[in-house]
């Protein structure tokens, strides 16, 4: 298995200096990858954890870009409605160009409704415009400059560049519509499943995988340890490789401060990881 980690970008956590000191540790401990998560209008009954304090997940990979070398750089997961799909594909691309092909982009149609409502986004509409965006992105990273016509979105050819390698996407989601689109759009799979219900689902979503010829797909899991009984977390970590998980994203909670983060990152790596 390959192992990310996940830095706050959001509450306190979340200075410029905090986050850069934890991404440059996670490089140098020998993480695949670093990831941040994507909220943008927290509603004041939802700030437990953050205040309210989100750095967006795009401009803050950009930062983290320009301050690592070679550690891969993830998001878990980018809420797509969130944005418009031309302008996400165009974020996308400078961030990847900039970042020397870094980028693994989690994706989901997410959850918090009165988000949405901020945004001005129909949350019925939610699923449609995921797969629309997923269509978006992989037509632009395709072409130069090719007209595009869906059911949600159109416009004439243009010139997209820079058009780098498109980076992996991983699409968020248990449910059978997110299971359509790891078969139509992902490279790997990204559930919120417990270890113990990985097992079959994986079976599952590799078989139709495989039937329509999609034969590689990283399986993801992100979870947190208990990093204080190294068995535990031994076992855990065992039963994701047994269920066939190829990828983890260690989450390390509401760490204090870089320190903090970075004691828990080292422990993970030398002591459950090997």
């Known amino acids: ?5 996940a830095i706050r970008n959001m509450g306190p956590q979340s200075t410029a200096a905090t986050i850069r000191e934890c ?10 990858a670093v990831f941040v998560s994507d909220h943008l209008c927290i509603p004041p009954d939802q700030t437990e954890g953050s205040g309210g304090r989100y750095l967006d997940v795009l401009a803050t990979l950009a930062f983290l870009a320009g301050v690592t070398q070679r550690i891969r750089l993830g998001i878990s997961v980018l809420v797509l ?4 799909p031309v302008l996400t594909a165009k974020l996308i691309a400078t961030i990847q160009e900039l970042s020397a092909q870094r980028m693994i982009i989690g994706v989901g149609s997410g959850w918090m409704k009165p988000e949405f409502e901020a945004l001005g986004v129909d949350f019925k509409q939610r699923g449609a415009i995921t797969t629309e965006t997923l269509r978006v992105i992989r037509h632009l ?9 869906g059911k949600l979105v159109s416009f004439p050819a243009f010139v997209f560049k820079p058009r780098p390698q498109r980076p992996p996407i ?4 248990n449910g059978a519509n997110a299971v359509a689109r790891v078969i139509e759009f992902g490279d790997g799979w990204h559930p919120m499943l417990r270890a113990a ?3 079959p689902a994986i079976a599952r979503v590799r078989s139709e995988a495989a039937a329509k010829g ?3 797909l990283e399986i993801v899991a992100r979870c947190g340890f208990p990093l204080d009984d190294m068995p535990r977390t031994r076992d855990r970590l065992a039963l994701y490789e047994q269920a066939g998980v190829t990828y983890v994203i260690v989450d390390l909670g509401r760490y204090a401060d870089s320190a903090h983060f970075i004691r828990q990152a080292e422990k993970f790596m030398n002591q459950a990881a090997t």
Request: glycine share 14%; aromatic share 16%.
């Open 170 to 173: 991983w699409i968020g989601g």
């Open 197 to 199: 219900e990985m097992g």
């Open 1 to 5: 298995m390959k192992f990310g980690v």
């Open 141 to 149: 990273f395709a072409h130069e400059a090719e007209p595009y016509q």
């Open 214 to 216: 999609k034969t590689s």
């Open 23 to 32: 991404a440059v540790a996670a490089e140098r401990l020998g993480y695949d």
């Open 81 to 84: 409605p969130y944005r418009p």
